[in-house]
Antibody, heavy 126, light 110 residues
Framework: QVQLVQSGAEVKKPGASVKVSCEAS????????LHWVRQAPGQGLEWMGW????????NYAQKFQGRVTMTRDTSMKTAFMALNRLTSDDTATYFC???????????????????WGQGTSVTVSS | QSVLTQPPSASGTPGQRVTISCSGS????????VYWYQQLPGSAPKLLIY???QRPSGVPDRISGSKSGTSASLAISGLRSEDEANYYC???????????FGPGTEVTVL
């Protein structure tokens, strides 16, 4: 079945970096944009940006520009999200999510996220 | 402070109809599509509604979405215990160049 499987929980110290992976299966990895969304404990959802897995093109929310890097390995059907200069405010569950429509129908901005990874908990603590 | 506004909570008894509102502005809801997600405790969000009122396959027709002007709403008819969850609206904001989520509404089945 169509699914996204993320890497395991991480504990990091302030100032460190984290890299979360998201492996796709059950569909053609390069045909759909992938997004990253995070959720702080007890809080709402926050969109971080997207990657076009076919071309490797990315777009980041302004809040994270300069600190986040989204990449992919098409041979592994895996997307990655790296976040550096971590602070306690980055403690959250990080989700990858697939854009519902195939890339050929991309409207120019994110629409609906129909498949989600299970989430990766990242804790930043000294 | 969220760009989209939702009531923090809503409730109903089994079988009732519950409606959740989502208020935005001319830079988001007015000219862009609205999406709704359901999140059960400890789980990833699930897409319930896309493009204002479209249901993905597998979402029952007792779930419906609508939009008018700068506001949207999600209606759940025939409320069931498994509907207890947090519900988030979302839309693209042209001014912020950001996909924005509402703060979420916690639905309780009494």
């Amino acid at each position: 079945q169509v699914q996204l499987v993320q890497s395991g929980a991480e504990v990091k110290k302030p100032g460190a970096s984290v890299k979360v992976s998201c492996e796709a299966s059950g569909y053609t990895f390069t045909d759909y944009y992938l997004h990253w969304v995070r959720q702080a404990p007890g809080q709402g959802l926050e969109w971080m940006g997207w990657i076009n897995p076919n071309l490797g093109i990315t777009n980041y929310a302004q809040k994270f520009q300069g600190r986040v890097t989204m990449t992919r390995d098409t041979s592994m059907k895996t997307a990655f999200m790296a976040l550096n200069r971590l602070t306690s405010d980055d403690t959250a569950t990080y989700f990858c999510a697939r854009e519902r429509s195939p890339s050929e129908f991309w409207s120019g901005y994110p629409e609906a996220f129909d498949i989600w990874g299970q989430g990766t908990s990242v804790t930043v603590s000294s | 402070q969220s760009v989209l506004t939702q009531p923090p909570s809503a409730s109903g008894t089994p079988g009732q109809r519950v409606t959740i509102s989502c208020s935005g502005s001319s830079s988001n809801i007015a000219y862009n599509f609205v999406y709704w997600y359901q999140q059960l405790p400890g789980s990833a969000p699930k897409l319930l509604i896309y493009r204002n009122s479209q249901r993905p396959s597998g979402v029952p027709d007792r779930i419906s979405g609508s939009k008018s002007g700068t506001s949207a709403s999600l209606a759940i008819s025939g409320l069931r215990s498994e509907d207890e969850a947090n519900y988030y609206c979302a839309a693209w904001d042209d001014s912020l160049n950001l996909y924005v989520f509402g703060p979420g509404t916690e639905v309780t089945v009494l």
